[in-house]
């Protein structure tokens, strides 16, 4: 009998799915619709055997993510205050974390948020067209549609890897499946694979460095559930 694990980064998890489906699903998809969906998506990971023909067990799906911030910010455009915890964004998270709450075999493991980084800053695609806009001596206005709410969380990749060496070194599972999409797992994955464990990352089809590869013992997104981007060069998926 093998027993796989499944663990999730919940901010990769919900920045990928929203550009996957097309559109801010926050606006269009409910709190329930996602969890019901990322517990069905990881039970389909479990599912698949492809190394051995024992039967699969789920050993548990585990996701890491931070709480929604309630503080109260100042906003640089309205020269007002804004108060997270009455905005829709934190609505619909503390409701996904109550449905997720409620699916059988998942652990919720979670980090803290930083309160001295929570502030306005400016979206990347907005700071381009500043630029570009500056350099041909245009003038730009600058909207709330242009702004964004950066945060940095802590906790979070210390948890995930205290799971995973706890996991490898207990001989708890046979399989750890990653969804995640940079390299800061690297080390607990090599911890794990040499205790044994088959590690395969999901990193839904964003491309990964060449040199992440040596780390794992394969990659794998479910193309039947998450739609693969007409892009997306990584053929190594299934």
């Known amino acids: 009998m093998q ?9 990769f998890f919900q920045k990928r799915y929203q550009a996957l489906t097309k559109g801010p699903q926050k606006g269009k998809q409910s709190a329930a619709e996602v969890a019901a969906f990322l517990v069905k998506y990881c039970q389909r990971h479990a599912e698949a055997n492809d190394v051995s023909e024992e039967p699969i067990v789920l050993y ?10 309630n503080k109260i910010l100042f906003n ?3 020269k007002g205050t804004e108060e997270l915890g009455k905005s829709d964004q934190y609505k619909w998270m503390m409701d996904f974390f109550k449905e997720l709450k409620k699916k059988r075999k998942v652990a919720i493991r ?3 948020l930083s309160d001295d980084s929570i502030r306005y800053g400016i979206k990347l695609e907005s700071v381009n067209k500043i630029i570009d806009a500056l350099q041909n001596g245009k003038t730009i206005n600058i909207n709330q549609n242009d702004l964004v709410v950066n945060i940095k969380q802590k906790g979070v990749d210390m948890r995930l890897g205290l799971d995973i060496a706890s996991l490898a070194y207990k001989k708890q599972v046979d399989k750890i499946i990653l969804i995640a999409g940079d390299s800061d797992f690297v080390p607990a994955a090599k911890l794990a694979r040499r205790e044994g464990i088959d590690f395969v990352l999901d990193p839904l089809w964003n491309n990964i460095k060449d040199d992440l590869f040596e780390h794992i013992d394969g ?9 693969r981007p007409p892009r997306c060069s990584t053929a190594c998926h299934k």
């Not at 548990?60 to 911030?69: L, T, V």
């Not at 990659?219 to 039947?224: A, E, F, L």
């Open 219 to 227: 990659m794998k997104t479910c193309k039947d559930l998450l739609p």
């Open 76 to 78: 640089p455009l309205t």
């Open 3 to 11: 027993k796989v694990a499944i663990m999730v980064d919940g901010g």
């Open 110 to 112: 979670r980090g803290v």
């Open 60 to 69: 548990r799906i585990f996701y890491y993510d931070c709480m929604p911030s």
